[in-house]
Nanobody, 132 residues
Framework: QVQLQESGPGLVNPSQALSLTCAVSGGSITTEYYTWSWIRQPPGKGLEWMGA???????SYNPSLKSRTSISRDTSKNQIFLRLSAVTPEDTAMYYC????????????????????????WGRGTQVTVPS
């Protein structure tokens, strides 16, 4: 019943910041013990976990993206936000918002490759292109 919907600009110029919104319905982003992750997939490549925010607002990030990534939320609007600064063409990808339990989050955060977990809720994704 939980649904997630990503939205934001489809094109972001190099060096600019990307801001995406994940609108959550059918469940509260403050409900224990769920975590909310941003995951992206460049064309022809695997999934890459970017970071997450937990039910209590605690955040964690992929070390390779931490310096450029910020995840926040608006509990009154039940929305999750992603900000990725200083984008390059390497940031071109499909960006997903997901809900996971903590065990799945640990899998994401391990840095190992992973596949989509059907037990989790995923948005449809939003395509972001950073031109050369």
């Amino acid at each position: 019943q939980v649904q997630l919907q990503e939205s934001g600009p489809g094109l972001v110029n190099p060096s600019q910041a990307l801001s995406l919104t994940c609108a959550v319905s059918g469940g509260s982003i403050t409900t224990e013990y769920y975590t909310w992750s941003w995951i992206r997939q460049p064309p022809g490549k695997g999934l890459e976990w970017m970071g997450a925010i937990a039910w209590d607002g605690f955040t964690s990030y992929n070390p390779s993206l931490k310096s450029r990534t910020s995840i926040s939320r608006d509990t009154s609007k039940n929305q999750i936000f992603l900000r990725l600064s200083a984008v390059t063409p390497e940031d071109t990808a499909m960006y997903y918002c997901t809900r996971s339990d903590v065990n799945t989050l640990l899998t994401y955060a391990s840095g190992r490759p992973f596949l989509r977990n059907e037990n989790d809720f995923w948005g449809r994704g939003t395509q972001v292109t950073v031109p050369s």
